[in-house]
């Protein structure tokens, strides 16, 4: 099981996941609904300060996954740990103020306002003796800034276009500022534009904060350039993980996505590259 480590947030290093203070493994892991199975006893320990890309065809399990990760499903056998405790057994504030979600189509309460929704995020962090205060205001505002969401602060989620909405999204899951952070298509309604500007965000929140982001993405090669390790399912378990390198092959997408495609170096970064061979395109 992976160690938790206990250097201090903010502390400058030379390297992603120096800062990382939390472990998340899901150990013989089966989630479903209604007695139906769809995760099936599932093996993963989260790498703590890395970006986790879990990828596959749809209802391969990746989003039922990520919401037994959240404690959001309980499981039907086996378990999810935090820091090696039962995450089941922990209180509901306490594992909020470690692991924030974005579910892939959240609902905000009819009528509420943008600044309000994102002020949401620092729930969490209040309590008893522990009041909204400057430095929640300070995190709100930091949030909107990244997500380019200040102009629509006084405008009501309503309003907004399907983008406009999952930036705002973003901008509360980045409000609570949690050291997991899980993702379930962050760039779903978003142009190529601010899919890239978002993952970018990731990418730096990782980095400069170290953040462990765990996200469910579709688009393979956008997965491929952003992540440390990827993680690859098909019906419910999980059939390669690792470096995107050595995880995307042509064998592997043609057994989780049954298509046939050729890899070839991004030119941009280097990282794998599918190259999609449909029924009129195929190579001579």
Not at 31 to 58: M, W
Not at 121 to 140: A, M, N
């Amino acid at each position: 099981m992976p160690q938790t480590t206990d250097q201090t947030a903010g502390q400058p290093v030379g390297q992603p996941g120096a800062f990382a203070r939390h472990a998340l493994t899901a150990t013989g892991l089966s989630l479903g609904y209604d007695g139906t199975r769809i995760v099936d006893k599932l093996d993963l320990a989260i790498e703590p300060g890395a970006i986790t890309v879990i990828v596959g065809a749809n209802a391969s399990g990746k989003s039922t996954l990520l919401r037994g990760l959240a404690r959001l499903l309980p499981p039907q056998a086996g378990t999810v740990t935090l820091d090696g405790r039962d995450i089941a057994s922990l209180p509901s504030r306490k594992v909020a103020t470690i692991v924030g979600l974005l579910p892939q189509q959240p609902i905000a309460p009819e009528g509420i306002g943008v600044a309000d929704l994102v002020g949401r995020g620092r729930y969490p962090h209040q309590g008893w003796f522990r009041h909204w205060s400057s430095t929640d205001d300070t995190i709100v505002a930091e949030a909107m800034a990244a997500t380019q969401t200040l102009e629509l602060a006084s405008r009501r989620m309503e309003e907004l276009s399907g983008g406009q909405r999952q930036r705002v999204w973003i901008a509360m899951a980045l409000a609570q500022n949690p050291d997991i952070l899980l993702l379930d298509e962050p760039t779903t309604f978003l142009d190529v534009t601010h899919q890239v500007e978002v993952l970018d965000l990731l990418h730096e929140l990782n980095h400069e904060q170290g953040t462990t982001v765990v996200m469910v993405l579709h688009d393979l090669n956008l997965a491929a350039r952003y992540a440390d390790r990827l993680v690859v399912m098909r019906q419910g378990t999980i059939i390669a993980e690792g470096a995107p390198a050595q995880v995307l092959t042509e064998a592997v997408v043609l057994d989780a996505f049954g298509l046939t495609a050729r890899i070839i170096a991004d030119p941009v970064c280097g990282s794998p590259l599918v190259v999609p061979i449909g029924r009129f395109h195929g190579a001579a």
